[in-house]
Structures are given as C-alpha cells and as structure tokens.
C-alpha cells in the first residue's frame, strides 16, 4: 500500500543526545514537511523540501535539522540545542501540479520524550 | 503573520449535526482544508475547498466558505460515536505553506 512511514513510534532521548525520526514515503511525492504538534497548539513547521537536495526552514527550525538525499526519505534530528524537544512529530508529504502543491498527506507520528 | 481559529471544544449528541468553525486572517489564501486527528495518530485529510468555492459537499460533510469574512466551517450531519476526533482547519498561503489551526476536539456523546 502507498503511504508514509514513520519510526519510531515512541523515542526516548536523554539530555545532550541527538536523536534522528525516520520519515519514508512510496506516493512518489516531490514535497515533504516536518511538523511538531504541542498539546491545545496546532500544527508549527519544522522544516520543508520541495525538491531533492534543496530544503528550507519552517517557523520553528532552531535546534532540529534535516536532509533529503532521497525523494522518498526526509529524516529530521533533533539536536541537543532543542531544549524542548517533548512533542508529537508529524511527517507529510505531497505532490506538485505546476508550481502548486496538492493536499498534504500525513504519516502516523512519532512520540519523542526525555529521558 | 497568518493566523487561523478555532474553538477548542465541541459536544454533541449522536445522531445530531456538528458544526465546526474556522476564521483566518491571510486573504490570499488559495485552498483550505479540513483534517481529522484520532488519539495518537496522524491527520487525515478529509476534505478541502478552493477559495473561489462557496461550498462543497461530500457525502456526511458540507463545507461552507465566507471568504468576505474570512470564516470556514464544517458540518458533519448524523454525527456518530467514530467521529469524535480532533479537526483542525488550516490554510494555504503564499508559498504553498499550510497555518493550521489549534483544533476543535469534538466529543459525541450517547
């Protein structure tokens, strides 16, 4: 079946470690986005990447990092300069009509907390 | 900066319509989009509209877009236990970006 892959579900990170959340898709999606959601907050971007090779900064990029070596791959790393790192991590995808995006399509999450 | 809306929380009784409001401030917005969050998983994009829409119906849910004040909602008629969730509504803006709202948490009760 087509989709978007999270791993882990659950991740443990303990003080000054870096941890890295695996976000695979097989839509053959050329955008891909990380997003972390904060109980009663919506949804803030991490991070986003139209294209292979190129990706730019969300809202809140300070403390995490990414790198899209693949077009079906996005991983992001959250650095031991993210002094808040607790969150749910939603990975999306889309694909491109033009220069327009289409709907964002979501993987299941991944829970980090700290150790 | 664009901002998007929403109340926090909704009950219903099953069998009821459930109406969920959204407003957003950036007037150039081109979609805008419903999504569907259960406990501990992703969102699931059920519905959008283009903003030269009025509406859209699909199946169980209407939306209907205000686009004069800036106001979106989401009505889901004969609303059952399964459907309580988090919605959120968001926006897309320049730069094929999407705001989102803080999500509505609707609670269907028997």
């Known amino acids: 079946d087509g989709g978007i892959t999270q791993s882990p579900k659950y991740l443990f990170r303990k003080e000054g470690q870096n941890v890295t959340l695996s976000c695979e898709q097989n839509?053959?999606?050329?955008?891909m986005y990380w997003y972390r959601q904060d109980p009663g907050q919506g949804l803030r971007l991490i991070y986003y990447s139209q294209i292979v090779n190129d990706f730019q900064k969300g809202d809140i990029a300070e403390g995490y990092s990414v790198s899209r070596e693949k077009k079906e791959s996005f991983p992001l790393t959250v650095t031991s300069a993210q002094k808040n790192p607790t969150a749910f991590y939603l990975c999306?995808?889309?694909?491109?009509?033009?220069?327009?995006?289409?709907?964002?399509?979501f993987g299941d999450g991944t829970r980090l907390s700290i150790l | 900066g664009e901002d998007v809306e929403q109340s926090l929380f909704l009950s219903v009784r099953e069998g009821d319509s459930s109406v969920i409001n959204c407003t957003y401030t950036?007037?150039?917005?081109?979609?805008l989009y419903w999504y569907k969050q259960e406990p501990g998983a992703g969102l699931q994009l059920l519905t959008y509209?283009?903003?030269?829409?009025d509406m859209k119906q699909d199946q169980r849910l209407t939306v209907l877009l205000n686009k004069k004040d800036k106001h979106l909602s989401l009505r889901i008629a004969d609303t059952q236990t399964g459907d309580s969730a988090i919605y959120f509504c968001a926006e897309r803006g320049g730069g094929n970006k999407l705001t989102f709202g803080t999500g509505t948490q609707l609670k269907v009760e028997l």
């Open positions: 839509l053959n999606h050329d955008a």
């Open positions: 509209i283009f903003s030269n829409m």
């Open positions: 999306a995808s889309s694909s491109r009509t033009g220069s327009s995006n289409q709907p964002q399509h």
């Open positions: 950036d007037s150039s917005s081109t979609y």
